[in-house]
């Protein structure tokens, strides 16, 4: 069996140290592709060094993270609009709106996002959503640019049933599932017991939010296997069942193809 990490950052500098292990040991893991979202103009470029190193099995996002939002945000919304035009992606992200650190800054946040939801729909790109205390208004930016006209993740979904049940109204969107769910203190085994196998994909987030028991480490593409186990156990499926919903749910919105499938 094979899975998809649909949101690592392993080309940061917390693996420039073993990164080509890392990405081996991912491989015999069984991890079948990962998926790179971008942060800031700093991160561009190793970024897209890792996925020239890594064709069919490292796919790049392009965006501006909400916590990098600060005031050269216009000049990073351009370098990263640039970069859009020199290659293929396979999302927009990381963007959304983070209010857990720092609420001044919700109207540059509320900007960046919008401007980056405008590129999702002109391209037709999905979209890797960050949200952080800031359901709402994500939510509103969403109606604001037209749920119509987008589609995508709600990257470490950690939200409430309401939460899901709007995202599952917008019609186009899935939750991203990562160590969190294996947390003994977290709900969110309860808000998705009962959602639908065709809303899930698997991710990892690393290096941040290792599963149990890796919690406290630095996370890993392969650590995603204890996320299938569990998502498997709270939706009372069959691991193999868990896995090839969340990879056919995976390439078809990211339109990713990859030979180790």
């Known amino acids: 069996m094979k899975i998809i990490d649909t949101h690592t950052h392993i080309y940061l500098e917390e693996f420039d140290g073993d990164r080509r292990e890392v990405v081996r040991a991912a491989k015999d893991a069984g991890i079948a592709a990962v998926l790179l979202p971008?942060?800031?103009?700093?991160?561009?470029k190793p970024l897209l060094q890792l996925c020239d190193e890594e064709p069919d099995y490292a796919f790049p996002m392009m965006g501006l993270h909400p916590t990098s939002v600060g005031d050269d945000?216009?000049?990073q919304l351009k370098a990263i609009e640039h970069a859009l035009t020199q290659r293929v992606y396979c999302a927009i992200g990381e963007i959304g709106i983070d209010?857990?650190?720092?609420k001044s800054r919700l109207s540059e946040q509320k900007i960046a996002f919008e401007e980056q939801l405008r590129w999702s729909a002109d391209l037709g790109l999905p979209v890797a959503i960050h949200t952080r205390n800031a359901f709402d208004e994500v939510f509103d930016s969403i109606s604001k640019i037209g749920a119509d006209r987008l589609k995508g993740v709600f990257h470490c979904f950690d939200g409430?049933?309401?939460n899901l049940n709007e995202i599952k109204r917008l019609g186009g969107f899935?939750?991203?599932?990562?160590?969190?769910?294996?947390?003994?203190?977290?709900t969110l085994a309860e808000v998705v017991a009962d959602a639908p196998p065709e809303i899930f994909v698997l991710e990892t987030d690393a290096p941040y939010l290792a599963p149990v028991p890796h919690r406290g480490s630095r996370n890993e593409p392969r650590f995603l296997w204890e996320t299938a186990k569990k998502l498997a156990e709270t939706k009372k499926m069959s691991l193999?069942?868990?896995?090839?919903?969340?990879?056919?749910?995976?390439?078809e919105l990211f339109n990713i193809q990859t030979f180790t499938l």
Do not use: F, H, M, Q
């Open 38 to 44: 971008n942060i800031d103009t700093s991160t561009i």
């Open 73 to 75: 945000y216009a000049e």
């Open 99 to 102: 209010l857990y650190w720092d």
């Open 160 to 162: 409430t049933k309401d």
């Open 174 to 186: 899935k939750i991203g599932i990562n160590g969190i769910l294996t947390y003994k203190k977290s």
């Open 240 to 251: 193999e069942s868990v896995v090839e919903a969340t990879k056919n749910n995976s390439t």
